[in-house]
């Protein structure tokens, strides 16, 4: 009997213990910018994926993101930070993948942002579910007003 209870009481303890107080179970606190996604820092333990933007980021206007090449369920959230020369942007991963980012073109008017995700191994058992950290890109110079243009390319 007092195994019982110990058992139930360690899983109750670590039941609720990476959301916030006063979120059901199995949600993600809405977010400003986009219904359902982290944006607090609380929401970012150490050793786990970063859900949040980096403190002091400013987000690219909506009219400088070009996002046609993306899937619609695809997140469409950029923001700069370090005087503009980092893009930290919104992405997608599931399973066992990791979002990967990188700045595969610069011009005068703009950057291309391929976005990508690491792939399995295979025979690797993966869970089904879909996350949306925030990676950053560096850039060669700051954004200013140039258009950010995201795509996505296969796993790598």
């Not at 990476?18 to 607090?40: C, E, F, I, M, N």
């Not at 690797?124 to 560096?138: G, K």
């Not at 110079?141 to 795509?151: E, N, Y």
């Amino acid at each position: 009997m007092a195994g019982t209870a110990a058992l139930l009481l360690m899983a109750t303890a670590c039941a609720g213990h990476d959301r916030p107080t006063g979120t059901p179970a199995g949600s993600v606190p809405a977010s400003p910018t986009q219904p359902g996604l982290p944006t607090s820092p609380s929401a970012n333990p150490p050793g786990k994926p970063r859900l949040t933007v980096p403190e002091g980021s400013t987000p690219v206007p909506a009219d400088k993101i070009d996002a046609t090449a993306l899937p619609a369920s695809y997140p469409r959230e950029v923001w700069t930070g370090n005087g503009g020369t980092v893009l930290d942007i919104r992405a997608q991963e599931g399973g066992c993948g990791h979002a990967l980012g990188e700045a595969a073109e610069q011009t005068a008017d703009h950057v291309v942002v391929d976005l990508s995700e690491t792939k399995a191994q295979t025979g690797q058992m993966c869970t089904m579910d879909i996350r949306y950290p925030v990676i950053s890109v560096p850039l060669a110079a700051p954004l200013d007003g140039r258009t950010v243009v995201l795509k996505t390319t296969p796993p790598r």
